[in-house]
Each structure stands twice: as structure tokens, then as C-alpha cells.
């Protein structure tokens, strides 16, 4: 009997994220700013104002969750203690996870969820610190994990002649030309630094990167072919994506993937494809080809 009423309540207050905005996630949104990357501490959008929105790209057990807000600058990363993410729902739609319930009112956090915070102020380090957290909602619209499809394609890049990035001090991580948000990318290429132990990541691409002098030989006239002394260019290229929703059928995307370290030290695959589920989900994606210089 007390399993019943636990699992009536979770599903009773599951309503309390339901309202739906313009994007079709049935959760509410605030307007605000990307985030700012200042020191101390800034007020947030306090606790009357409701929550805002967030994408989970980073979730281990015992460890922050690593999140972007959504359509959020590339100042817009920002991390939530166990202690808030366990605490703070209230049993309000924490019992769901991407619609599957686990009966008990502990929430179960995935990367590509999209969650509701209220809190109250944040902490600028980078990333930024959510405080004062006093509600999280899971919303049960809204899962995208293509963060961690292509963090698994960032990792795989690396694992193939690695002697290109065995003895690298930075990294530059270039997702302009994909469908992810400035804070997305910015998250993504901070996760993938941390994950090779690399502290200095940036979100530059190859012009970009020239034109900040990271580059040897990239200038006009240089005697030398271009090459980075110190690092490596990950780059991912959207071609073709396919929004196919609303026929029922799976959402796909077509794209490039390479590393670069010099006109004759890069590594690319080419071709790739990937279909979302219609849960959101991002399953496994082929490579069409391989290529080196």
C-alpha cells in the first residue's frame, strides 16, 4: 500500500512541470541572459521568477552534473552539486526518467536531459556554479543527446593516430557548424579537454586559430606549411540533416569529423551517419570513410 501511494504521489506531481512554451518542451522558460564569465557572485533569477532551462551534457555518479543552458553564450556552462540535484526536486517529475518511472522519488539524471532550475544566484567560477537551487524539474519533452554523440566522435577521432595528439599542452574543439548552441559547443569541447587531461580547450576553428598566432606558417607568404606546435584542431561539419518527426519516422544527420595538426598530420572521417529515435536518443553512427595526410 505505502509503494502505491509513493508512486500515485510521483505521478501526481509530475503535473507541476506542465505547461508548455513555444518550443513545444513542457516546461516553463525565463528570458535571460547566456551567462557571464566575471568573478564572485551574481544574483539569479530569484525563486519567484520560475525556472530556466538546462541541458545535462555531463552526468556521473557523485559528480556535479555539467550543463548547458539553453541557447545559452559560450558563457553559458554551469554545474549542480549532487547535493542540489538529489534534494532539490521534491519528488516533482523526479520520479521520470524519459518517461519511464522508477517508482520512487529520486530523480535519475541522463545526458540530453533537458531540466527546469530555480535558484536562487550563481557562483562565477568556470563553470559557473548554480546556489541557492530550490526546485528541478525533469522535463519530459526535450530529450536530445546529440551532445554525447558527438563527444563519443570527438573520442573516437582521437583514439586513430594518436601519435597527432600524444604530446599535446591544448586543444581546440570547432562545433560552429553543427546544430548545437554556443553553450553546447562550449561544454562539449570543456568535457572533452577533461576527459584527455587537457586544461587549456578552446572553441576556435582554423581561422580563428591563425588569427590568434596559435598557428606556425598559417600566415601569408610563410616559408613553411601551417602547423600547430602545441595542439590539435577537432572539427565537426554538419552536411545534411533530416527532420523527420512528424512522418513518424527517425530524425538523421550526415557530417564530417577530423583532427589537425599540420597540412600533413590530420585525420578525417568522412560520410558519417546517425539517426535520433524518437525518444531522442542518438544511437550509434556509421563512418562512410576514412581518411589521413
Not at 554523440?149 to 583514439?159: E, G, I, K, S, T
Request: hydrophobic letters at 40%; glycine letters at 12%.
Amino acid at each position: 500500500m505505502k509503494q502505491l501511494f509513493a508512486a500515485i504521489l510521483c505521478l501526481c506531481l509530475l503535473a507541476g512541470c506542465g505547461r508548455t512554451d513555444s518550443t513545444g518542451n513542457t516546461c516553463r522558460a525565463e528570458e535571460g541572459s547566456g551567462g557571464g564569465d566575471v568573478s564572485g557572485k551574481t544574483e539569479g533569477p530569484g525563486t519567484d521568477a520560475g525556472g530556466e532551462l538546462f541541458r545535462v551534457i555531463r552526468a556521473e555518479n557523485g559528480a556535479p552534473l555539467l550543463l548547458a543552458k539553453e541557447d545559452g553564450g559560450p558563457a553559458g556552462v554551469y554545474t549542480l552539486s549532487p547535493a542540489d540535484a538529489e534534494a532539490a526536486p521534491k519528488g516533482e517529475s523526479a520520479a521520470a526518467k524519459n518517461g519511464v518511472y522508477t517508482g520512487v522519488c529520486i530523480p535519475v539524471y541522463a545526458p540530453g536531459m533537458l531540466l527546469e532550475i530555480t535558484y536562487g544566484s550563481v557562483l562565477e567560477t568556470y563553470p559557473a556554479k548554480l546556489a541557492e537551487v530550490t526546485a528541478v524539474h525533469i522535463c519530459p519533452d526535450g530529450f536530445d543527446d546529440r551532445c554525447a554523440l558527438y563527444l563519443r566522435v570527438l573520442n573516437d577521432l582521437w583514439a586513430v593516430d594518436e601519435g597527432l595528439n600524444s604530446d599535446i599542452t591544448m586543444l581546440s574543439v570547432d562545433l560552429s557548424q553543427t546544430g548545437l548552441s554556443d553553450s553546447e559547443q562550449a561544454a562539449v569541447a570543456w568535457v572533452f579537454g577533461g576527459m584527455h587531461d587537457i586544461s587549456e580547450t578552446m572553441t576556435m576553428s582554423y581561422e580563428k586559430l591563425a588569427a590568434e598566432d596559435y598557428l606556425t606558417g598559417a600566415e601569408q607568404g610563410a616559408d613553411s606549411l601551417p602547423y600547430w606546435e602545441n595542439g590539435c584542431l577537432f572539427s565537426i561539419t554538419e552536411r545534411e540533416t533530416g527532420d523527420n518527426e512528424l512522418n513518424g519516422a527517425r530524425n538523421t544527420v550526415t557530417f564530417d569529423a577530423q583532427k589537425w595538426r599540420s597540412a600533413l598530420g590530420a585525420y578525417f572521417f568522412a560520410d558519417c551517419t546517425a539517426e535520433q529515435a524518437l525518444d531522442g536518443h542518438w544511437g550509434d553512427y556509421t563512418v562512410g570513410s576514412e581518411a589521413i595526410s
